[in-house]
């Protein structure tokens, strides 16, 4: 087995070296490189989409494949690109792997989603009505608070960031898509919401509530 | 227009309120994830890698918190370790 074929296998201490000059210079080694470069990205993009076939609803291994093998072509592009990025602070193949992640998760979320709407303009949050007696009026104070905040502290573009992604739970990239973003600048919206609601709630005292049903599922 | 009702329980309420500081982007999550699955797998039991600002995005941010999983089941599985240990190490942390 060549230095790059035990990188694949996580043995060699040398890795990093070995990937990145093996898959930069041309010649037989190059085509070995690519050839288990192929294989990760493969192995890595299978074991995303696996993970998600229930959001997929009972499609079979054809589709998982199908999906899969067009994530790792597109993922080892993106290595391809990178490649002068990568410093050795982990193993290659651990470095390698998650950009066939990211690739297999958002092909299969935007899959998933292509024909779904995402419309929070309709969208009202309530009271929880299955809480017990018990609950029920701090339950309906807290959620009173919240509701209020939402419609009075945030922006409209803060609150319908922060019901798409948490009340309707769109994926942050399939809303990126949808609305012309970047999942970076739709995660920074939504901690900034977040934020605010916090400093607010602090202010009216409810933040007490908060933190001691902060594990509640 | 037909409206559409949501009950705020307290899950809910917790997840829109959630605390995400110290701030990390989407991209440097992905920047620094390689990196951080692998002291999690590497560090001794018991013991966690110190990344507070990680721990507060991959609480925040379910795709982030989904694509680090399987990365560290990858890794686990490179290091011939148990990919549930991996896992449930890392959920206690998150």
Request: proline share 5%; net charge negative; glycine share 6%.
């Amino acid at each position: 087995m060549t230095a790059v074929g035990s990188a694949c296998m996580g043995t060699s201490t040398a890795v990093g070296e070995d990937w990145v000059r093996a898959l930069s210079v041309p010649g037989p080694l190059q085509d070995e490189a690519m050839s288990l470069l192929h294989d990760l990205m493969l192995r890595a993009a299978r074991r995303q989409v696996l993970r998600m076939t229930p959001m997929l609803g009972g499609v079979g291994l054809d589709v998982v494949d199908e999906i899969a093998h067009q994530s790792a072509n597109d993922a080892m592009m993106a290595v391809l690109a990178k490649l002068g990025s990568f410093e050795g602070r982990s193993r290659f193949t651990t470095w390698a792997y998650k950009f066939a992640v990211l690739q297999a998760a958002t092909d299969v979320r935007r899959r998933v989603w292509r024909e779904r709407a995402v419309d929070v303009d309709r969208l009202e949050l309530v009271p929880d009505r299955g809480a017990t007696s018990e609950q029920y009026a701090e339950a309906v104070d807290l959620a009173s608070a919240v509701r209020h905040a939402i419609n009075t502290v945030l922006s409209q573009h803060q609150r319908r960031i922060l019901l798409a992604l948490v009340v309707e739970e769109v994926p942050v990239d399939v809303l990126a898509d949808r609305l012309g973003a970047t999942r970076n600048a739709l995660y920074k919206t939504l901690h900034d919401a977040r934020k605010r609601l916090r400093a607010h709630l602090r202010e009216t005292g409810h933040l007490a509530d908060l933190t001691s049903q902060a594990g509640t599922p | 227009m037909n409206r559409r009702y949501r009950p705020l329980a307290p899950g809910l309420v917790a997840r829109l309120t959630l605390d995400t500081d110290p701030w990390l982007s989407c991209d440097d999550c992905f920047r620094l994830v390689d990196q951080y699955v692998e002291e999690l797998l590497e560090a001794p039991a018991g013991a966690a890698p110190d990344a507070p600002a990680m721990l507060a995005h991959l609480r925040g941010c379910p795709a982030c918190a989904d694509e680090t999983t399987t990365l560290l089941l990858l890794a686990a599985e490179d290091r011939g370790l148990d990919p549930g240990v991996a896992v449930a190490r890392l959920r206690e942390r998150s």
